[in-house]
């Protein structure tokens, strides 16, 4: 807002930042989560989020994750290796043998370099961009991802 000269009190910009804790999931993600999940899946969350604000979206998501990290964990933002070497170290499993999954090219690029799969959501088909660690998998949403993952 102050790139763009617009004028906003503390108050509101507090409110504005307290929104993501209230996003919903997009309406095939749950279906295809629990689809997934069937399937034998376990299901995790890497987030740039803070713990506080990961336990306040819980009920907006929807959903209970075999595992919720923050990267206070870590205590470095993705995409830091350390982020997702945290994240492997808590699930227990071989980066090898996960499967990063996100929306955002940078964080693809984090998990594949650190030597995770990755399966890019590309809801927006925006381009990927120019990089060595391309993704694994490129689906339109979750449903398409749960139906390549069957």
């Given at each position: 807002m102050d790139r763009c000269d617009i004028a906003y009190t503390q108050d509101e910009a507090r409110g504005l930042v307290a929104e993501i804790e209230k996003?919903?999931?997009f309406p095939d993600v749950l279906p295809a989560l629990e689809q997934l999940r069937s399937g034998g899946y376990k299901l995790a969350i890497l987030s740039?989020?803070?713990?506080?604000?990961?336990?306040?979206?819980k009920p907006h998501i929807g959903f209970a994750f075999d595992h919720v990290i923050s990267v206070e964990e870590a205590g470095y933002f993705k995409p830091h290796w350390k982020t997702y070497a945290t994240a492997e170290h808590m699930i227990g499993t071989n980066r090898s043998e996960i499967l990063f999954v996100a929306n955002h090219a940078f964080d693809c690029i984090g998990a594949k370099s650190y030597g995770?799969?990755?399966?890019?959501i590309d809801r927006r088909r925006r381009p990927?961009?120019?990089?060595?660690?391309?993704?694994?998998?490129v689906v339109a949403n979750f449903a398409e991802l749960a139906r390549a993952l069957a």
């Open positions: 996003l919903k999931p740039n989020g803070d713990r506080d604000m990961l336990e306040t979206a995770m799969r990755t399966a890019f990927f961009g120019h990089t060595p660690h391309q993704p694994d998998l």
